[in-house]
């Protein structure tokens, strides 16, 4: 059973901070790892998705990184705000996707104002 | 496009009785999933269907049955709810299986 791991559970920085979310996953045959933002009481919004055959992703503030041979993925959010609140999570696919998604149990953000 | 719908929001059963949580999908995808969030266990995958119907189950489908009919549409229906079943359920879709995952707003279910 594939597993994933994310570090540290919960994260509180100032407004305007570069900070870095770590997510590590167990599959060597990982298909591709997806970052979501849930909001409390709300669903999931897909924030970005790094296929096995690349190494980055960037949207806006957010850059995702992928480490296949270390097992390990990173969140980067550069010059954090306070509507970055919220909690981060990682998954991956396995299996060729079909398998649905394993995720992580996510990083608590709270930006400090 | 209203992307992935689910309904109801809430619900509240009591032990035993049988209901069926509805999704909807807008955007022609082919890949549908249901999850259920745990406090402390995160999502984890119930059942999903990579196509009408074709279903299959996820890493915790006792108690839940699922069907296919439409490429829109990817119901849960709870035979006998048990307490164990209190969770926060959610619908995904993806165009194919291996994509991007589109999220539900989530039905939160309470079984007394």
């Known amino acids: 059973k594939q597993e994933v791991t994310q570090i540290p559970a919960a994260l509180s920085v100032p407004e305007g901070e570069n900070l870095v979310l770590n997510c590590s996953f167990t599959?060597?045959?990982?298909?591709?790892l997806q970052w979501f933002r849930q909001d409390p009481g709300k669903g999931l919004t897909s924030l970005l998705l790094i296929q096995s055959s690349q190494r980055e992703q960037t949207s806006g503030r957010l850059n995702a990184s992928l480490d296949k041979s270390s097992g390990r993925s990173t969140l980067y959010i550069a010059a954090s705000q306070p509507g970055d609140s919220a909690t981060y999570l990682c998954?991956?696919?396995?299996?060729?996707?079909?398998?649905?998604?394993?995720f992580g149990k996510g990083t608590h953000l709270i930006i400090q104002p | 496009n209203a992307g992935v719908t689910q309904t109801p929001k809430f619900q509240v059963l009591k032990t035993g009785q049988s209901m069926t949580l509805q999704c909807a999908q807008d955007?022609?995808?082919?890949?549908m999933s249901w999850y259920r969030q745990d406090p402390g266990m995160g999502l984890r995958l119930i059942h999903y269907?990579?196509?009408?119907?074709?279903?299959d189950q996820g890493e915790v489908p006792n108690g839940y049955n699922v069907s296919r009919s439409t490429t829109e549409d990817f119901p849960l229906r709870l035979l006998s709810a048990a307490p164990s079943q209190t969770s926060v359920y959610f619908c995904?879709?993806?165009?194919?299986?291996?994509?991007?995952?589109?999220f539900g707003p989530g039905t939160r279910l309470t079984v007394l």
């Open positions: 995904a879709s993806s165009g194919v299986a291996g994509l991007e995952q589109f």
């Open positions: 599959d060597s045959a990982i298909y591709n």
């Open positions: 955007m022609n995808h082919e890949y």
């Open positions: 269907s990579v196509g009408a119907g074709i279903t």
């Open positions: 998954a991956e696919h396995s299996g060729g996707g079909a398998d649905g998604l394993t």
